[in-house]
Every structure is written in structure tokens, then in C-alpha cells.
């Protein structure tokens, strides 16, 4: 029986498919298709094979952990202190710059039906609301945000399961001829990596399953299980919206902001589009709330370890980390309304590749470190999974930096500012304490 201060196995899945599933799929699909033609269905399965992978990754790295703390744990007990911490921070800093976007965007995304929402005061009015409200709840404990997050997960997925079921009996196969469009002046090389870093981000989100550990039940069972389950279950998604939006839209995808929204007024007119605008909103919120639930929990791993002021990890009646919450929101609402939506984005997708990589060649480090020791997950195919991923991951990475090397500076300038704040807390609090497999 599932513990009502706890989250249980559904709670996890559900938790998980809420970080993933947010304003990605809704709107991607237009501006990979616009990049690729149909073909950008070979996109969206690559990237589906990338993010599982890389969730495999981490259903292994988590199967030895119990404590919070994820990719920063998985980093510092594979290659020390130093390089945990900067996971860690950028983890924590990661979030922060999501949350702050998402909450940008559910301010736009509110605007399509209430257009006085996309302009100052409205959008801050809206943005701070977003930000306080959730806080509020998170600092009402577990209890209240397990139950709030079941119900926006299941809102969130009515629309887009009935869109699929519906959708698929609408499907034209003219609509894939011909199957390969590239733009003018860009090779297929060049069309297929930028499509990716678009698709990859609707996939972001699961490797913050494992930050809250110690608020779920059995998390070395039940994160690896839940991780899984969502990924299957995000892909399978993922795959058929792409190929009814394709299929019902055809050439009007590459021009469509709103491609699910406008495939739904196709099939079913204007109350269609209405149903699944509903749902996008509902979806942003959802993914909001989710970052409100993380965020917090990825300064709290920090403190616990001695890497952040300990009162930051100090938790309120309500069993909340009330300090962290405080702290993350202020930031997040800081950031929301003074940077750019898509700015954020961009330097989120890109720096969440340092929780990645080294959580991959982590998963190598502990089946030698822990060989004496039984894990609850294991990936198959020996070190393979492991290996493609951080190799693929590097190569988008590079390809980024050729396309852009200022939002690699600036994804990575987190590092160097962690590096004093590192050796200040090691200095006062000396060295971390050892994490418990």
C-alpha cells in the first residue's frame, strides 16, 4: 500500500511523464518538418533511441542510490567531490533556468485565449502567480503535490490520447511524399542535427526523476522501473502525434506554430483546436509544476552533503524543504522576468548534457566500483548502451558548438561559477559526506 508521504510506483510514472510531457510536442513537430519534410520522423525515433538510452543510464546509476540528489550523487560517488558538485550545481541551476522559462511560456501559451496575458502587466502578474502558487503548494508537503500532480498528469494526457486514437483514422499518405525536404543551403547532415536539438528537448526532463529519491518508496526499485515505463510510454506518444500532425497537415506543418491544435481543427473544427489548446495549457502547467517539485529538491542533495549552507536542506512541518523552495522560486521568478523564453530554452537543452555524459560513463565506473553488490537494474548488451550514449551525446554537443558557441560558453559558464562556491563550502564544512548504495 502506497504511503501517503511517500510516492508509490504510479506516482513516480506519473511524476516522471509530467516532467517530459510539456509544450515540446505540441508545438515541435512544425519546426522539425519544416526542417526535415516527413523525414523528420527518422528524427523524432533518433531521438527517442538517444533519451532512452540515456534514461537507461540512469535507471542503472539509480538502482545502487537511496538518498536525493541524481546526477550530482551518480557524478560524485564515480569521480569525487569536485566534479559532483559541479553536476550538482549546474543541475540545480539547470532547473532553475527551466522553471523560469516554462513559466515564461505558460504566460504565452495563456495568452492565445487571453491575449491581455502576452503583454506587461499581465504576463508578469501571471508568471509570479504561476511561480508563488506552486511554491505554496510545495511547501504544503509531498501529500499535496503527489495529489495535484496525478490530476494535471491525467488532464494533460486526456487530450493528446484522444488526438492519437481519433487522429490516426485522418492520416493522408500523400502526406509523406515526398519523404525527405530539405531547406535551401543546408545538407541533409546540417537539417537533421538542428532537427534533433529541437526534438530532443520535448524528451528532456526524465533525469530529474532521481532528485527526490529519498520522497519516493524503494526508489533503487521503483525509479529504474518508472523510468523505463515513461520512456516507452513518452516515445510511443511522441511517435504517433508526429505522424498524424504529418499525415493530417502535410505541407502546412512547416508553418504551423500550434501543429497539434491546428491538425485537431482539421478533424474536428474549432471546438477541436479549443479541446487541445485547453490541454496545452493544462500540459505547461503541469510541466511547472513538476519544476516546482524538483528544483527545490536539487539544492536540498547539495546541502546534504555539505556543498550548499546546511539551513538550505531544512525542511518545515509539512516535511517541505521550505528554504530551498524559497530560494529556487525567488531565482526562477527572477529569471522569468527579465530573460528571454527561448534563450532559456536553448542554454537549458544544452546544458543538460553535463548531467548526462557523466552519468553514462558512471553507470561503467559503479559496475566495478559496486561488482560485489546486487542492482535492481541492469542494462543489456554489457557497456554498449553506455558508450553510444555518451558518444552521441558528445557529438551533439559538438554540433552545437559549431552552430553556436556562445550558448556553449554561456550553457557552460555555470562551471566556473561553481568553482569558488565549491572549495568556500569544502573549507567550512570540510570533507562530504559518504553516500550510502
Not at 26 to 33: E, N, R, V
Not at 205 to 227: C, D
Request: charged share 10%; with cysteine; proline share 5%.
Amino acid at each position: 500500500m502506497e504511503n501517503k508521504n511517500k510516492l508509490g510506483l504510479f506516482s513516480i510514472v506519473l511524476l516522471g511523464i509530467n516532467s517530459i510531457i510539456g509544450s515540446g510536442i505540441f508545438g515541435l513537430p512544425g519546426k522539425a518538418y519544416k526542417l526535415m519534410g516527413p523525414a523528420s520522423m527518422l528524427v523524432i525515433i533518433f531521438c527517442m533511441l538517444l533519451s532512452v538510452s540515456i534514461a537507461l543510464c540512469f535507471a542503472e546509476a539509480g538502482s545502487w542510490f537511496k538518498v536525493n540528489g541524481g546526477p550530482y550523487i551518480y557524478a560524485k560517488e564515480a569521480f569525487g567531490d569536485f566534479i559532483g558538485f559541479e553536476v550538482g550545481f549546474m543541475k540545480w541551476a539547470i532547473c532553475i533556468i527551466a522553471w523560469s522559462a516554462m513559466a515564461n511560456f505558460f504566460a504565452s501559451t495563456l495568452a492565445t485565449v487571453f491575449p491581455a496575458v502576452g503583454h506587461n502587466p499581465g504576463r508578469l502578474i501571471v508568471t509570479a502567480a504561476m511561480l508563488i502558487g506552486l511554491a505554496v503548494m510545495n511547501l504544503m508537503g509531498v501529500k499535496a503535490s503527489k495529489i495535484v500532480n496525478n490530476v494535471v498528469t491525467i488532464g494533460k494526457l486526456v487530450p493528446l490520447l484522444l488526438f492519437v486514437m481519433v487522429g490516426i483514422f485522418f492520416i493522408k499518405g500523400a502526406n509523406f511524399t515526398p519523404f525527405t525536404i530539405i531547406p535551401e543551403g543546408q545538407t541533409f547532415t546540417q537539417s537533421f542535427f538542428a532537427a534533433s536539438l529541437i526534438i530532443f528537448y520535448a524528451y528532456t526532463g526524465f533525469e530529474s526523476l532521481a532528485v527526490a529519491a529519498e520522497e519516493m518508496e524503494s526508489p533503487e526499485k521503483n525509479i529504474p522501473k518508472a523510468l523505463v515505463l515513461v520512456m516507452l510510454f513518452v516515445s510511443i506518444i511522441y511517435v504517433l502525434v508526429m505522424a498524424i500532425s504529418t499525415g493530417v497537415l502535410g505541407g502546412a506543418l512547416a508553418g504551423s506554430d500550434a501543429p497539434v491544435a491546428d491538425a485537431a481543427q482539421v478533424m474536428f473544427g474549432g471546438a477541436g483546436k479549443a479541446f487541445i489548446v485547453a490541454g496545452t495549457i493544462i500540459s505547461v502547467g503541469g510541466i511547472n509544476m513538476a519544476s516546482s517539485f524538483h528544483t527545490p529538491r536539487a539544492a536540498v542533495a547539495l546541502a546534504e552533503q555539505g556543498l550548499l549552507p546546511a539551513f538550505v536542506a531544512k525542511k518545515n512541518k509539512h516535511g517541505a524543504p521550505a528554504v530551498a523552495i524559497i530560494v529556487s522560486v525567488a531565482l526562477s521568478l527572477l529569471l522569468a522576468v527579465t530573460g528571454s523564453f527561448s534563450f532559456l530554452l536553448q542554454i537549458s537543452v544544452i546544458s543538460r548534457f553535463l548531467q548526462y555524459i557523466p552519468t553514462c560513463i558512471a553507470v561503467l565506473v559503479f559496475r566495478k566500483k559496486y561488482a560485489d553488490r546486487e542492482s535492481s537494474f541492469r542494462i543489456p548488451f554489457g557497456p554498449v548502451v553506455p558508450i553510444l550514449a555518451t558518444a552521441v551525446s558528445v557529438w551533439l554537443l559538438y554540433h552545437a558548438a559549431l552552430e553556436d558557441p556562445t550558448k556553449i560558453l554561456i550553457g557552460f559558464g555555470g562551471l566556473v561559477i561553481g568553482i569558488p562556491m565549491y572549495f568556500i563550502m569544502k573549507s567550512i564544512n570540510g570533507k562530504a559526506m559518504d553516500i550510502e548504495a
